[in-house]
């Protein structure tokens, strides 16, 4: 089993459009979590962390569940440049290794 | 430009060479990362180092890879005996390494392609 596992899409979505994204990890001891935002042929790029108790950031909320092991990242109002992929990260306890997915590819589509 | 620089951003290479890449981090960042990426993945970790202490290294990687940050400055990356499957993405990224900081903030990469 991956550590870190996503669908790799990709989602096809109209533009306006609310789209989800989930994420599962499977080292309970996981200390912290991210979405990162990577473009074609571009470096990653912190989209946000994801905190305990959820956070928000405009049109993005990012959820935690640590019964589960997963995370979430919710767009709303889906914008022809949310066009990426959505890259799910974990970090583990009494380390500063950090383990991507595979990433999740989104079309928002005019 | 303050973000973290890769040299060189391609590199071509017959199998059997040995290549080195350079990573420079955004300045008095404590942590430093190389990852691996191939189409369709996402980045795989390959080591860190917390100044120029080198703290863990993936048991991927064979002996043909090693990477160095020797005044915990710049790094360097080098692959002996280059293979057709080392053909890959190799970026780096840089963190503050503070508490309360773990954002890490990634350089353009280096494009190796081995024939």
């Not at chain 1, 640590?66 to 889906?78: G, K, P």
Request: one cysteine or more; hydrophobic letters at 30%.
């Amino acid at each position: 089993r991956k550590e870190v596992e996503q669908d790799p899409g990709p989602f096809n979505v109209p533009e306006g459009a609310t789209v989800a994204f989930n994420c599962t990890y499977s080292n309970s001891a996981s200390q912290s979590f991210f979405w990162y935002r990577q473009d074609c042929r571009k470096e990653p790029k912190l989209l946000m962390s994801v905190y305990s108790s959820g956070n928000e950031d405009g049109r993005f909320t990012a959820q935690l569940n640590r019964a589960s092991q997963y995370i979430s990242l919710l767009i709303r109002d889906s914008k022809l440049s949310d066009s990426a992929t959505y890259l799910c990260v974990v970090r583990g306890s009494g380390t500063y290794k950090y383990i991507f997915g595979t990433g999740t590819r989104l079309k928002v589509l005019a | 430009d303050t973000g973290v620089s890769q040299d060189p951003r391609h590199k071509i290479t017959k199998r059997g060479q040995n290549v080195t890449f350079r990573c420079d981090p955004i300045s008095e960042h404590n942590r430093l990362y190389w990852y691996r990426q191939t189409l369709g993945q996402g980045p795989e970790f390959l080591t860190y180092f917390q100044n120029e202490a080198q703290l863990e290294k993936s048991r991927l990687l064979s002996d043909r890879f090693s990477a160095e940050r020797p005044k915990g400055s710049f790094s360097t990356l080098e692959i002996q005996r280059t293979e057709q499957g080392d053909s890959a993405m190799y970026l780096c990224a840089s963190s503050p390494g503070t508490s309360g900081s773990d954002e890490q903030f990634f350089g353009p990469g280096t494009r190796l392609t081995v024939l």
